[in-house]
């Protein structure tokens, strides 16, 4: 083998090496990659377990159609409390939100919203609940012109005794959030319909339609 033609097999094993060796470490990153975006996502679900669409694995407390309403007494936007004894008499629509100004739950709200006078005309009361604080429920009214009422529950006292405070799993790790849920009332005070793992498509218009036939 000539001079020539050993330094130009040198030269092609080298450069299959260093093609080699790229490869590898594009494969090393992309798996990297790949494995910090999956912490990233789990670290963020379970510091904002409130947020977000893991599925519901259970709830603390099991409420049930017939059942009597469980009476609150929490904090609403504008600095006033609202408790259920203020609904006495009236239907009262009530949907739990994961958390403020995040697109399901803004999607949600302005809906129910969009149909407060048809609620209204009904003699049904709309609140929105969740467990973000006053400040936040305010800055989520004003930045969407929200009409229906909403409650902070930061001590998720209510949100338990609704059943909508839910153990969540996401990528293999289980935390504690707000499952998406609506509990619609009757004149008597008891739970008249519940809709548990809410879709928001379409949802306002169906409780809507409940509440207009009871």
Not at 2 to 12: G, V
Not at 45 to 70: I, Q
Not at 154 to 179: A, I, N, Q
Request: charged share 25%; proline share 4%; with cysteine.
């Amino acid at each position: 083998m000539s001079k020539k033609t050993r330094k130009k097999s040198k030269a092609t094993v080298s450069g299959q090496s260093r093609a080699k060796t790229a490869g590898k470490k594009r494969s090393t990153v992309k798996t990297n990659t790949s494995t910090t975006a999956k912490k990233n996502a789990v670290k963020k679900a379970t510091k904002h377990a409130k947020n977000g669409p893991p599925f519901p694995v259970r709830t603390v407390t099991t409420l049930a159609v017939g059942d009597t309403a469980s009476v609150f007494l929490l904090p609403r936007d504008g600095g006033q409390s609202v408790a259920l004894a203020s609904f006495a008499g009236r239907k009262l629509a009530i949907f739990f939100y994961p958390r403020a100004d995040t697109p399901g739950c803004t999607r949600e709200a302005m809906d129910f919203s969009r149909l407060a006078n048809a609620f209204s005309a009904s003699q049904t009361a709309v609140l929105g609940v969740s467990a973000d604080p006053l400040k936040a429920q305010e800055r989520f009214r004003d930045k969407h012109q929200l009409t229906v009422p909403l409650v902070s529950d930061e001590k998720l006292t209510m949100l338990k005794e609704y059943g909508t405070w839910s153990e969540k799993s996401m990528y293999g790790k289980t935390f504690m959030g707000v499952l998406r849920t609506t509990v619609l009332i009757d004149r008597q005070g008891k739970i008249a319909r519940i809709w548990r793992n809410v879709k928001v498509e379409g949802h306002a218009d169906e409780v809507l339609a409940a509440a207009q036939a009871l």
